[in-house]
């Protein structure tokens, strides 16, 4: 009798992803948190972020409760710990197998950068076919202007802090095809962003007295307009190139403890428990937040979780389903990719005394064989680096086919040659399928490259832009 094949792996789940500061007391359960999942068999991943989750002796720790309302039907993948932040990732126990690579990462900020009262934790693994992070943060507390700048700078210090992952030097917010943040952000409300001194804002009565009939009013889009993070953001002074769903619940601090939303008038109520992410292109279109809310339920803490669902697509990549040629093939039979021309600027200097000594690396995933380093040579001393046709090099990919660049992005990794470490300046991505597609355009001579021009960002801030011309060839011609 023939074996039966084994059933094909799905190609999305669901991810439910919950930030809870839990005031360091222990809740009564945690049905409520796991609800959602035991209500939608799609939901296959869980990750929960707490801070402030340290409590006294004979009060159940907060993961042994999951653990027991999960049942057996679920298996915890990591626990990671930095003070009182712990940050627990969990899989369908059939997923389980599917989920490789699981390392962990964590940054202070808390006093002089050693105390961990304030920080971020990091957990990478691969689900599937694709590479996930995941960061839970607890960032600089308190309103006013000073405080909400220390916070934009806690979050790149996270970012560039929890990229190590001891395998890998690259920020985590590009090489992971998706990355998440949560955590309890601490951005607050401000009455007027065009008041930047504290002590020109209106009386604390009086914000209060406004801020009070929005909430009474359920009026969120109003209650935005207000809000740091959503504001420095579009300012681009943190977290670009994510993204978040319209916080459209009440703000879940500084709350009362006990259920529904009734706030305390010690503090303004903010939404400071966020969820944010961001993906690479093309898997930008890969997540899909179904759902964004925060939990009446909560009775224990000054805040209430928050809870985000996505439905996440980790299609097959066709560099996977290709067969690779050898290395002594490359040069003479694959698909390789060709500059022009390529020109940085707008960077800052690494260097107070000088310049950049600015050199480009060419990356990507599972398209060039790994013992092929490809850079440029370095730039000395320029503000606004540029490089001809003859001094970048071709780009032999393993493939000699077209079909497995589709889907695929090109990393350009923007470094300044130093005596003692190199340093990353800002890393760009080229989406093949823009290469391909224009030149399938082109249905007659003269052929002309690809012109592109792409943001440099790293640790979540805009850092310059990358420019030039590329095509995708194969040894006879362009594609």
């Known amino acids: ?56 002796r004979g009060s159940p720790a907060v993961f042994s409760q999951l653990d027991a309302a999960l049942g057996a039907e679920w298996v915890r993948v990591q626990l990671s710990t930095l003070g009182q932040m712990k940050l627990g990732i969990y899989v369908r126990k059939w997923l389980r197998p599917h989920v490789v690579d699981v390392v962990s990462a964590v940054e202070r900020c808390g006093f002089g950068d050693v105390v961990s009262n304030k920080g971020g934790i990091a957990i990478r693994l691969t689900i599937l076919h694709s590479t996930f992070v995941f960061i839970s943060s607890h960032l600089e507390a308190h309103e006013g202007f000073d405080h909400r700048a220390e916070r934009n700078k806690d979050v790149s210090e996270i970012l ?51 801020f009070k009939n929005l909430l009474d009013g359920h009026k969120w889009e109003a209650l935005a307009k207000h809000d740091e993070l959503l504001h420095d953001r579009a300012a681009g002074r943190v977290f670009c190139g994510f993204e978040e769903a319209p916080p459209m619940f009440p703000p879940t601090f500084k709350v009362e403890r006990k259920p529904g939303f009734q706030y305390s008038q010690q503090r303004l109520p903010a939404w400071c428990d966020r969820v944010l992410w961001r993906s690479l292109p093309p898997a930008r279109f890969h997540v899909h ?11 224990t803490s000054d805040h209430k979780p928050v809870q985000a669902l996505f439905n996440v697509r980790v299609p097959i990549p066709p560099a996977l389903s290709e067969p690779p ?24 200097k690494m260097d107070s005394m000088s310049e950049n000594d600015c050199y480009v690396k060419f990356r990507a995933k599972h398209l060039f064989h790994a013992s092929v380093s490809m850079s440029t040579k370095a730039k000395l001393n320029t503000a606004e680096p540029a490089w001809g046709e003859h001094e970048l090099p071709i780009l032999y990919t393993r493939f000699a086919s077209p079909a497995a660049l589709h889907g695929a992005s090109l990393m350009l990794v923007a470094m300044d040659q130093d005596i003692a470490r ?44 990358a420019e030039g011309c590329v095509s995708i060839m194969t040894q006879t011609a362009s594609i």
């Open 1 to 56: 009798m023939a074996s039966q094949s084994p059933e094909p792996l799905p190609q999305e789940f669901r991810l439910l992803v919950t930030t809870w500061n839990m005031g360091n007391a222990a809740p009564d359960n945690v049905d409520f948190l796991v609800a959602p999942a035991r209500g939608d068999k799609e939901i296959s991943v869980l990750v929960f972020g707490a801070q402030e989750a340290t409590y006294g």
């Open 160 to 210: 560039k802090g929890t990229l190590h992952f001891k395998t890998t030097h690259y920020d985590p917010t590009n090489v992971p095809e998706h990355l998440f943040f949560m955590g309890d952000l601490n951005y607050r409300m401000v009455f007027d962003f065009a008041r930047e001194n504290d002590a020109d804002q209106p009386p604390a009565a009086q914000q209060w007295e406004y």
């Open 289 to 299: 937040a179904l759902w964004y809310k925060a939990l009446p339920e909560a009775i």
């Open 325 to 348: 040629l050898a290395l002594r093939q490359a040069v003479t039979d694959a698909v390789y990719i060709q500059f022009f021309s390529l020109r940085l600027s707008g960077m800052p």
């Open 422 to 465: 190199d340093d990353i300046i800002g890393i760009a991505y080229l989406p093949l399928d823009q290469v391909l597609e224009y030149q399938r355009s082109q249905t007659a001579p003269p052929y002309t490259p690809f012109t592109f021009r792409l943001a440099l960002t790293h640790a979540g801030l805009h850092v310059g832009q």
